[in-house]
């Protein structure tokens, strides 16, 4: 199998943890898959040799079991830098652009106690990241952050819009 196909079966077993967490409302929970799709994620952009979006998801998957545990601003600021650093000292132009953008906003919320604003702030993320994977040429990625945004919107409406509209 070709490091290609393979890079897109790992984000194929990822979609299965980011379509599960949006359904979740406790935001543990939520992290815990994200923490799940980002070991594979970025295993998939190692594969593709995207360096910067591999450094990325590898600092998000640290960020996001970090983030189980804690919601320190102290430790949102860490991670921002460090995604920072990561995308100068890999940096390969637009594509390093996109994936840091969309990273700075996971980060921000991931570590936000409400699971609202985590859903809105990662629905931003998302879309930089779709871009990215586009733009990559990551099909199953493009797929993913696809299916990712619906389940966001999903759980969205499940729990606020639904709930709000019959109290």
């Known amino acids: 199998m070709s490091a290609f196909m393979l890079s897109q079966v790992l984000v194929g077993f990822a979609i ?39 450094s990325l998801m590898l600092i998000a998957t640290i960020r996001y079991l970090t983030s189980i545990f804690s919601t320190s601003p102290k430790l949102m600021t860490f991670f921002c830098g460090t995604s920072a650093i990561a995308t100068v000292v890999t940096f390969s132009g637009i594509t390093s652009i996109l994936s840091c953008l969309g990273s700075m906003f996971q980060t921000v919320a991931a570590f936000n106690k409400d699971d609202k604003k985590l859903r809105e702030l990662m629905l931003i993320g998302t879309s930089f990241w779709l871009i990215h994977n586009y733009v990559v040429g990551s099909p199953t990625a493009v797929l993913m952050e696809v299916l ?6 999903i759980g969205y409406y499940r729990h606020y819009y ?3 509209a019959t109290t």
């Open 16 to 54: 299965v943890f980011d379509l599960m967490s949006f359904q979740f409302k406790d935001r543990k929970k939520i992290v815990g898959c994200l923490f799940c799709a980002g070991v594979l994620i970025s295993s998939h952009f190692i594969l593709l040799e995207q360096w910067t979006a591999a």
């Open 148 to 153: 990712f945004i619906s389940s966001n919107l």
């Open 162 to 164: 639904r709930n709000s």
